[in-house]
């Protein structure tokens, strides 16, 4: 009789910088360097098999690295990194888990297409409900007893680093959106083409304003933390 088999789910951990994974990689037990277009590595994170990868900055990096992870054996993926604040009332600290992303410098309105949406392509794209829920779960066991607040909302991506309140309104006026960030939307696109479930969980860095260019770096240490106590959280509710 044909012996039954069934594949181990392995997670994608996906970050742009190399702040967003490293303290993640120093926890891998069995790591193995990957070939592939970006850094990437498996391993076992508290003994679940799991694919970790740094695309680098900005979209295309990130719809590179997705590829190149489920080439590699990742059976689904989830963004941990930064991003900037634009949902009033969010700050420096927060948490927002994408439930829509949209791709804020893609512009095809000349041919009467609405601004953020790609010729042929959806505006919006939005991710995996259970394992948004799962990241989302995850997130709020973590927020200190609500010391950081854990939202859903719409996350902008682009090929830019925003630090300019106009800019912001007009992200939040536009698209409705609650954080800003690079790759997002670009590992939604790849992702779903790739019929692989994807989530976001971004940790707020700065408020995307004039004080950007310093909140930002200041907070990526606190951001490492918070990212590995992320990934040591999801894989326990795999
Ligand atoms: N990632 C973190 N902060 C950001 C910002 N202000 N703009 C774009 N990406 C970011």
Known sequence: MAKETTSTPVLGLLGAMDDEIRLIRS???????????????????????VILARSGIGKVNAALAASAMVSAGASAIVFTGVAGAVATGLGIG??????????????????????GQLPGEPRYWVPDPQLRERVQQAAV???GGGAHA??????????QFIADPAQVTWLRQ???????????????????????P???????SDSADGNA????????AEASQRD???AHALVARQ
């Open 141 to 143: 066991e973590l927020s």
């Open 27 to 49: 926890d891998l037990a069995d790591p193995r360097v990957l070939p592939g277009p970006c850094e990437m590595v498996s391993g076992r994170l508290d003994g679940h098999p």
């Open 228 to 230: 590995r106590e992320l």
């Open 94 to 115: 927060d948490v927002v888990v994408g439930d829509r992303f949209v791709q804020h410098d893609a512009d095809g309105t000349a041919f009467g297409d609405p601004i």
């Open 213 to 220: 260019v310093a909140d930002f770096p200041a907070f990526l």
């Open 150 to 159: 854990v939202v859903c909302g719409t996350i902008a991506s682009g090929d």
């Open 174 to 196: 536009t698209f409705n959106a609650s954080a800003v960030e690079m790759e997002g939307a670009a590992l939604a696109q790849a992702a779903s083409h790739l019929s692989v």
């Open 198 to 204: 994807f989530a976001v969980v971004r940790i707020l």
